[in-house]
């Protein structure tokens, strides 16, 4: 949902500055043309490329094509109406911005993945402010509009820049708190019901479920598994392989019973669990937020060679 915000302002931006070139194309130069098709091309790239990565990410080049459309539809919209030149300029930055942003989004540690949404997002709004302000000079708008007014008034675009992220921020934060719907969107998703549980009862009577996750080089299993909220779990996390691996989940909030083995540590009721080759650890906890939750890997390189699973607990 946050990400789906983040989205639609770029979305009406990017509008914005499509529709002021189309009805102003004929007073644009062919070097502003290629300056405005190049900066709405790369930064809607690199914005929608970030936002895709992160969103499907695991699957490279899925969202590589995505983000790399993205940039190359704004970047070839914006060129369009003024020269061909300015058309080739914006579609092959779209695809340069694309490629990188999916590439931010598919490498970037989750806990910082919102950080970086936000600072695109601020990237991306002063840019585009720039590049109206270009567009009115260049053709001459109006000099004594509101807009001209507001762009020769520093202290009001401050007010208003900061009044905008101020509210972006705190409706970016209200959204992120119903983070899990944006994960059902992923492709990976659809295995979810598909695959076994390695779920047995320790004891029947204490209701304890006693999950195991095996771990090997680049790979869970299971890698999709469902959880009840309010049920204790022992999570058994069986290093079957030659690396150090770990499990963390992504936002799964839980309280935690005990933890034992190697290494395990958790903070602020996050599950995290940590074990050594051919070493097993285990943690006994209670879900006690639903919703679907990304697991993975948290050495680095091994979530994108495919150390991500999802969890659904409902
Ligand atoms: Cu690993």
């Given at each position: 949902m946050s990400i789906l915000l983040t989205g639609i302002i770029v979305a009406a931006l990017s509008l914005i500055v499509i529709v002021f070139v189309f009805i102003k194309r004929k007073e644009i130069t062919c070097m502003t043309g290629m300056m405005v098709a190049m900066a709405l091309g790369m930064l809607v790239g690199l914005t929608g490329g970030l936002q895709v990565g992160i969103l499907y990410s695991g699957n490279l080049f899925f969202s590589t094509v995505l983000g790399t459309g993205i940039g190359l539809l704004a970047g070839f919209l914006a060129g369009l109406p003024v020269s061909i030149?300015?058309?080739?300029?914006?579609?092959?930055?779209?695809?340069?911005?694309?490629m990188m942003g999916a590439m931010l989004g598919e490498m970037i540690s989750p806990e910082y993945q919102h950080s970086m949404i936000r600072v695109m997002l601020v990237i991306f709004v002063g840019m585009i402010l720039i590049v109206l302000y270009m567009l009115q000079q260049e053709t001459g708008f109006n000099r004594l509009s509101f807009m001209n007014k507001v762009f020769h008034?520093?202290?009001?675009?401050?007010?208003?820049?900061?009044?905008?992220?101020?509210?972006?921020n705190r409706l970016y934060h209200e959204l992120d708190?119903?983070?899990?719907?944006?994960?059902?969107?992923?492709p990976m998703n659809y295995s979810m019901t598909n695959h076994k549980l390695s779920v047995s009862p320790l004891?029947?009577?204490?209701?304890?479920?006693?999950?195991?996750?095996?771990?090997?080089?680049?790979?869970?299993?299971?890698?999709?598994?469902?959880?009840?909220?309010?049920?204790?779990?022992?999570?058994?996390?069986?290093?079957?392989?030659?690396?150090?691996?770990?499990?963390?989940?992504?936002?799964?909030?839980?309280?935690?019973?005990?933890?034992?083995?190697h290494g395990n540590h958790s903070k602020n009721q996050t599950v995290h669990i940590h074990s050594l080759p051919g070493k097993t650890a285990e943690m006994t906890f209670i879900p006690i937020k639903s919703g679907v939750f990304r697991f993975y890997c948290t050495v680095p390189g091994?979530?994108?060679?495919?150390m991500v699973g999802f969890v659904e607990v409902s």
């Amino acid at each position: 949902m946050s990400i789906l915000l983040t989205g639609i302002i770029v979305a009406a931006l990017s509008l914005i500055v499509i529709v002021f070139v189309f009805i102003k194309r004929k007073e644009i130069t062919c070097m502003t043309g290629m300056m405005v098709a190049m900066a709405l091309g790369m930064l809607v790239g690199l914005t929608g490329g970030l936002q895709v990565g992160i969103l499907y990410s695991g699957n490279l080049f899925f969202s590589t094509v995505l983000g790399t459309g993205i940039g190359l539809l704004a970047g070839f919209l914006a060129g369009l109406p003024v020269s061909i030149m300015a058309m080739m300029d914006g579609v092959l930055s779209g695809i340069m911005g694309g490629m990188m942003g999916a590439m931010l989004g598919e490498m970037i540690s989750p806990e910082y993945q919102h950080s970086m949404i936000r600072v695109m997002l601020v990237i991306f709004v002063g840019m585009i402010l720039i590049v109206l302000y270009m567009l009115q000079q260049e053709t001459g708008f109006n000099r004594l509009s509101f807009m001209n007014k507001v762009f020769h008034n520093p202290l009001l675009l401050a007010v208003a820049f900061l009044l905008f992220f101020y509210t972006y921020n705190r409706l970016y934060h209200e959204l992120d708190q119903n983070n899990h719907t944006s994960i059902k969107n992923s492709p990976m998703n659809y295995s979810m019901t598909n695959h076994k549980l390695s779920v047995s009862p320790l004891n029947s009577n204490a209701k304890l479920r006693k999950v195991v996750i095996e771990a090997t080089e680049f790979a869970y299993f299971p890698k999709d598994f469902k959880l009840t909220i309010g049920q204790p779990v022992a999570l058994i996390f069986k290093n079957s392989g030659e690396m150090e691996h770990d499990i963390a989940f992504e936002n799964m909030k839980a309280s935690l019973l005990q933890q034992s083995g190697h290494g395990n540590h958790s903070k602020n009721q996050t599950v995290h669990i940590h074990s050594l080759p051919g070493k097993t650890a285990e943690m006994t906890f209670i879900p006690i937020k639903s919703g679907v939750f990304r697991f993975y890997c948290t050495v680095p390189g091994h979530k994108e060679s495919g150390m991500v699973g999802f969890v659904e607990v409902s």
